[in-house]
């Protein structure tokens, strides 16, 4: 097999379910006029290059409802693999916008998902998969994962098994980068998997506890925990305020992500 190396990761979105600003809101975030505050929904894209220099690999995590704007932003030509988190909307809303790939790389799109995140997609986009398919739609292969690591666009992953409340989720680690969104609980097994990372991306929704998201505090305490040289922050709702401001807060280390932020496999900015 061709050995494949992460070279960059670009923060593509770093928003919530409603992005910032949010519909109808005139909090003073939402009327910020600094771009860092304003987030489409959360996705990246991880840019992997031949052991050889040759060649290059597009690896999407999560294609939300902003991936047909994403994709068009950073002018992505090719898209090898896409890793999703879970089911929900904000993270497989632009599923439809694959049709585009297909046409240019005359195959199916190869998704890796657990197996909730499976029998959603299959009954929300039942369209998709039905034997007798309308002309032009989607053209989807769907990878179930469970413990073990799989490759995905020619590198090995690593998933990281959390919950989102009662809903498991996945993260994903390829080499020493991890990332993990939409979680509140990681138990001590799959903790074990963030040993050594040098990169941890971890969701931190607000300040103040959720039911269902790190909040901030929970979120620094997971990275206290794993020990990165470098961690970003992403999901993040207008409730965690000025990005400006919350920047000044934070511990050596760790930043806040903003959308089109790239770095590299150590979590160095390009």
Same mark, same amino acid.
């Given at each position: 097999?061709?050995?494949? /190396?992460?070279?960059?990761? *670009?923060?593509?979105?770093? =928003?919530?379910?409603?992005?910032?600003?949010?519909?109808?809101?005139?909090?003073?975030?939402?009327?910020?006029?600094?771009? $860092?505050? @304003?987030?489409?929904?959360?996705? #990246?894209?991880?840019?992997?290059?031949?052991?050889?220099?040759? =060649?290059?690999?597009?690896?999407?995590?999560?294609?939300?409802?902003?991936? $047909?704007?994403?994709?068009? +932003?950073?002018?992505?030509?090719?898209?090898? #693999?896409?890793?999703?988190?879970?089911?929900?909307?904000?993270?497989?809303?632009?599923?439809?916008?694959? +049709?585009? /790939?297909?046409?240019?790389?005359?195959?199916?799109?190869?998704?890796?998902?657990? @197996?909730? #995140?499976?029998?959603?997609?299959?009954?929300?986009?039942?369209?998709?998969?039905?034997?007798?398919?309308?002309?032009?739609?989607?053209?989807?292969?769907?990878?179930?994962?469970?413990?073990?690591?799989?490759?995905?666009?020619?590198?090995?992953?690593?998933?990281? $098994?959390?919950?989102?409340? *009662?809903?498991?989720?996945?993260?994903?680690?390829?080499?020493?980068?991890?990332?993990?969104?939409?979680?509140?609980?990681?138990?001590?097994?799959?903790?074990?998997?963030?040993?050594?990372?040098?990169?941890?991306?971890?969701?931190?929704?607000? @300040?103040?506890?959720?039911?269902?998201?790190?909040?901030?505090?929970?979120?620094?305490?997971?990275?206290?925990?794993?020990?990165?040289? +470098?961690?970003?922050? *992403?999901?993040?709702?207008?409730?965690?305020?000025?990005?400006?401001?919350?920047?000044?807060?934070?511990?050596?280390?760790?930043?806040?992500?903003?959308?089109?932020?790239?770095?590299?496999?150590?979590?160095? @900015?390009?």
């Amino acid at each position: 097999m061709h050995e494949w /190396f992460v070279m960059r990761l *670009t923060f593509l979105g770093t =928003g919530t379910s409603q992005g910032v600003p949010v519909v109808a809101c005139g909090c003073e975030v939402c009327r910020s006029k600094d771009e $860092r505050d @304003k987030r489409l929904r959360t996705s #990246a894209l991880l840019q992997l290059t031949g052991a050889d220099g040759q =060649g290059s690999k597009n690896i999407l995590i999560d294609i939300g409802p902003d991936f $047909r704007q994403q994709m068009l +932003r950073e002018g992505v030509d090719h898209l090898d #693999a896409i890793l999703v988190t879970h089911a929900h909307r904000d993270h497989v809303g632009g599923l439809d916008d694959i +049709r585009s /790939f297909n046409y240019v790389q005359h195959c199916k799109m190869d998704i890796y998902l657990n @197996k909730e #995140a499976r029998m959603a997609l299959v009954r929300d986009y039942h369209y998709i998969f039905e034997p007798h398919k309308f002309p032009g739609l989607p053209e989807a292969e769907l990878h179930e994962v469970g413990d073990a690591p799989f490759v995905a666009g020619g590198t090995e992953v690593t998933p990281i $098994r959390a919950m989102h409340k *009662t809903l498991p989720v996945l993260g994903f680690r390829i080499g020493l980068l991890a990332y993990i969104t939409d979680a509140n609980y990681i138990d001590d097994g799959e903790m074990e998997k963030l040993r050594g990372v040098e990169v941890l991306v971890i969701n931190a929704l607000r @300040k103040e506890k959720h039911f269902s998201h790190y909040c901030l505090p929970e979120a620094l305490e997971v990275i206290e925990r794993v020990g990165p040289q +470098r961690a970003y922050l *992403t999901h993040i709702s207008h409730e965690m305020g000025m990005h400006a401001e919350v920047a000044c807060e934070l511990p050596k280390g760790v930043e806040l992500a903003y959308d089109g932020l790239v770095i590299d496999e150590h979590g160095i @900015k390009n």
